[in-house]
């Protein structure tokens, strides 16, 4: 009897090793929405991020496929995947590997795309009717989540800048880059430039977004265009 079960252990441990496949098991982040990328030729890419706890500050474009995952735009996802060594030969413009899909651990739907848009700022601090001093026209900002920038008409120069952190609640903005023109007014823009710096959350409801300061004070207040 003890010599069948030492044999049965045998063949199940054989078996086991047999069908494991062969490569490593990684836990990767994929981001809400594609980029644009370059690899052979113009494509676009995903956004992945490998690891268990997701640093959104930290995203790598991803060139190529990953058999069995079907994506879909909007959500993020975490993943586990198998990585393996593709056989030879391999094309000289081919990656040498081979990622296939284990497991969907999480599918959700991503916040924080709902910033992207283009919004028509009607308020900050207590300015309002605010125009462009050339044109007259609305001051316009456009964000885009999936690529993590903004870019804004502040009354007398544009800016344009990263969002470091956006979960679709917390929000911080990088540095902007502004156009040097001078304007006999400066108040407007300079209080935007300063509310932008002092962002930290925002909300967006009834087509208002709406950004606000570490203690919850309104900055500035935006309509939705589109």
């Keep these: 009897m003890k010599n069948i079960l030492l044999l049965a252990s045998f063949f199940l441990f054989l078996f086991s090793c047999q069908t494991k496949p062969d490569g490593t098991e990684e836990t990767w ?32 474009l991803f060139y190529d ?12 996802y975490q993943i586990r995947v198998l990585v393996s060594d593709k056989a030879e030969p391999i094309p000289a413009d081919a990656s040498s590997k081979t990622y296939k899909l284990l497991e969907v651990i999480q599918k959700q739907s991503d916040p924080s795309l709902r910033l992207t848009n283009s919004w028509k700022v009607i308020k900050v601090g207590e300015i309002e009717f605010l ?8 001051l316009i900002f456009e ?5 993590n920038s903004y870019f804004g008409n502040m009354a007398c120069n544009t800016v344009r800048g990263q969002i ?15 156009t ?16 932008l710096i002092e962002t930290r959350s925002y ?15 309104e900055l500035i207040r935006f309509l939705a265009v589109d």
């Design 65 to 76: 496929q990953i058999e069995g995952f079907d994506y879909e735009l909007g959500n993020l």
């Design 29 to 60: 982040w994929i981001n809400s929405a594609k980029v644009d990328c370059v690899g052979v030729g113009p494509q676009t890419c995903y956004q992945i991020f490998k690891g268990e706890e997701l640093d959104r500050q930290n995203w790598q």
């Design 143 to 147: 964000f885009n989540a999936s690529e």
């Design 131 to 138: 125009q462009d001093l050339k044109t007259g026209e609305d």
């Design 203 to 217: 909300k967006i409801e009834n087509n208002e977004l709406v950004f606000f300061d570490s203690e919850g004070n």
């Design 164 to 178: 470091r952190e956006n979960d679709g609640e917390n929000l911080l903005f990088g540095p902007g880059a502004t």
């Design 180 to 195: 040097m023109m001078a304007c006999p007014d400066m108040k407007t823009e300079q209080a935007i430039g300063k509310a």
